[in-house]
């Protein structure tokens, strides 16, 4: 029999630390109360009345002066006013701290309300409760809180704000979440179910699929042990107990793997023991049982694990543990033609198998690895939305609404607003694309399921602007590409965060528009100007320094040089001509022409390619002017002595 006991099974960090917290106090030979048992594990708290713990109701129990301790769940603020004047230990988990601090952020004058996703008798939502200085009001599931956005009416004006007792089921939290979205126009969502409850209840779940039987420790008042043992009972029989004690033989009896998890509220010393009483149990069994065993038959559609004893060109045997000889045809194996026995199984080796005929006559059993793998993927599709689990298919088919995606033999349907493709986009980009979603929905009955693409990608995106945050600087260096144009300036995708280029960060000559430097869609390096990590805003820089015009100037240019120039404007004054991108210099009225002009459109025009002297260059001042005025002078210097130079020399 094989025992596999979840890793995440036992303490999780905020009732590990309540307990320690407890333990030193006992230990320094303090006299302790807990407000209410300090977890909900009754040897626990045994062990803790044994060193002088004990648990009370209420602070106004407290009539001999001793110290309490405020357990993880956390509690009210007219708790705490009423724990004044005595010695106070405080044991809330940061997880739970945390959620008080949000709902009681939140303004009582502001038109709001505050909905708690949790068990309403539980000591850690009656806590979240009275942090509220905002309406509020509980519910247990989707359903629940479908009801009551129902009778509160649509409110356009209302703030709804949204949070998850730390143990709420995952599951329901996302359809809680979905149906919020459906109805209240200004949401704010906090996940707040603590990550190891998550992890804890996808690892059951993952658990139980492959597993013949769950065992489930805990208390069995403990909240988060009870939706585990739910959780396990959705894909196998389940047993939940307290202690090894409760261990029954009938529990393993025809039992080939046993899966064992534990609550947030047992400790790995109870896990240990379970673990070490299954393995006695296992060998305790008489030599009549295993007999039985051995002559135990089969049935159509039985799961079964087989060993295989031989390999043929066409079939393999294999000893499922029955009187039976069974054997698996190529075909039942797998679906490539070209695949040989010897290249997928060799003597030896356990595999999953499906009975798919039994000849009780000739002692024969057809079994098949194909189809147990396509109900498995089937279950896998249809666990998936419990799970939470990510799964990978392939986009078969475009139609109505959205795409068909296929994984592990089954078709999902995603709709078009689930598929990341944007409302405008074209559908048929997906089709025989590798593609990684969620399951939003299933229906066992019809074998359907409805996925979602964006889901992971908001996931992903969240991921990323996550250690975005947490690395980004001004001045460092990105790759992104560019998402949006707009008249006033380009966004950026970092890899979930976007981030601004104003239109004087773009370049740094004069454009009309952005998309005159770049489009959608280019692979642009920039530089981080500005950060605002309370508004989640990034500035950026595109144009490199060494691009800079007045660089160039700089280095290539110098006072008394003759320059081709465009107009680019003119003036009553003057004319302004480019000299390069990025920089023009004044063409002063005075010196346009050799002669005086009264005005400038006489001698130029916009878009004229003249050439000019430099007459001045201030760099700090960035301004340049010019001279075409210099440069006739010189012209015509020039031509009068090459004239001269020509003329002939008279004799005497």
Not at 297 to 306: F, I, L, M, P, R
Request: proline share 4%; glycine share 8%.
């Amino acid at each position: 029999m094989k025992i596999e006991v979840a890793k995440t099974a036992g303490f999780c960090f905020g009732v590990q630390r309540a307990v320690d917290i407890v333990f030193e106090q006992a230990r320094q030979g303090k006299r302790v109360y807990t407000l209410g048992p300090i977890i909900h594990n009754p040897f626990i708290v045994e062990k803790l009345a044994s060193m002088g713990v004990t648990a009370i109701n209420a602070p106004e129990e407290n009539t001999d002066g001793r110290l309490v301790v405020i357990r993880s769940h956390g509690v009210s603020p007219q708790v705490r006013q009423r724990l004044a004047g005595m010695e106070v230990v405080d044991a809330t988990c940061p997880f739970v701290a945390k959620i008080h601090r949000i709902v009681a952020a939140v303004d009582p004058e502001e038109p709001a309300r505050i909905l708690i996703a949790g068990d309403a008798s539980h000591p850690e939502v009656q806590g979240i409760v009275g942090h509220c200085r905002a309406p509020c009001a509980v519910f247990s599931n989707a359903e629940e809180l479908e009801k009551l956005l129902e009778s509160y009416g649509q409110d356009d004006e209302i703030h709804t704000i949204l949070v998850a007792q730390t143990t709420f089921h995952q599951k329901e939290w996302e359809k809680s979440v979905f149906s919020a979205k459906k109805v209240c126009t200004k949401l704010s969502v906090f996940d707040t179910i603590c990550s190891a409850t998550i992890e804890r209840q996808r690892e059951a779940a993952s658990l139980a699929q492959r597993s013949d039987r769950m065992i489930v420790i805990g208390g069995r008042h403990s909240s988060n042990t009870a939706k585990l043992r739910d959780i396990c009972q959705k894909h196998c029989p389940t047993v939940l107990i307290e202690s090894a004690r409760e261990l029954k033989k009938d529990d393993f009896r025809g039992v080939c793997s046993i899966g064992v998890t534990a609550g947030a509220s047992t400790p790995a010393y109870i896990i240990k023991e379970v673990q070490e009483a299954m393995s006695n149990v296992e060998n305790e069994m008489s030599f009549e049982e295993m007999l039985n065993q051995s002559f135990k038959s089969t049935y159509n559609g039985e799961k079964v694990t087989g060993v295989v004893t031989g390999i043929a060109p066409n079939e393999i045997s294999v000893d499922i543990g029955t009187k039976h000889a069974g054997y698996v045809p190529l075909h039942e194996l797998t679906d490539d033609p070209t695949a040989k026995p010897e290249d997928l199984v060799k003597k030896g080796d356990e595999i999953e198998l499906l009975v798919v005929r039994v000849n009780d006559v000739e002692g024969t059993v057809m079994l098949s690895k194909k189809r147990l793998d396509a109900i498995a993927g089937f279950e896998k599709v249809m666990n998936a939305a419990d799970t939470g689990e990510i799964l990978e298919g392939v986009v078969a088919e475009v139609v109505r609404g959205g795409v068909l995606a296929t994984t592990n033999g089954v078709r999902v349907f995603i709709p078009a607003s689930q598929s990341g493709v944007p409302r405008d986009g074209d559908l048929n980009e997906l089709l025989h694309k590798n593609v990684r979603f969620k399951i939003l929905e299933t229906n066992r009955q019809r074998r359907r399921a409805v996925g979602s693409i964006s889901a992971v990608l908001r996931e992903e995106r969240a991921a990323l602007a996550e250690k975005f945050w947490s690395e980004v600087e001004v001045g460092k260096k990105y790759t992104g590409t560019v998402k949006s144009i707009t008249d006033f300036g380009v966004f950026v995708g970092l890899g979930g965060v976007d981030g601004r280029i104003g239109m004087s960060d773009l370049c740094w000559h004069r454009v009309k528009h952005p998309s005159e430097v770049v489009s959608v869609g280019d692979t642009v390096e920039v530089t981080i100007k500005d950060i605002n990590t309370e508004t989640k805003k990034v500035s950026l820089i595109y144009k490199r320094p060494e691009d800079n015009p007045w660089v160039i100037i700089k280095d290539k240019y110098t006072v008394g040089m003759n320059v081709p120039v465009k107009v680019m404007s003119i003036t009553n004054f003057g004319a302004f001509a480019q000299i390069i991108p990025g920089i023009d210099g004044l063409i002063h009225i005075s010196q346009i022409a050799r002669e005086r002009i009264e005005k400038v459109a006489d001698k130029l025009a916009v878009g004229d390619e003249v050439v000019a002297k430099i007459t001045e260059l201030d760099l700090d001042k960035k301004r340049v002017s010019l001279s075409i005025r210099a440069v006739l002078e010189e012209e015509a210097k020039a031509a009068e002595e090459a004239n001269l130079a020509d003329a002939p020399v008279e004799e005497e």
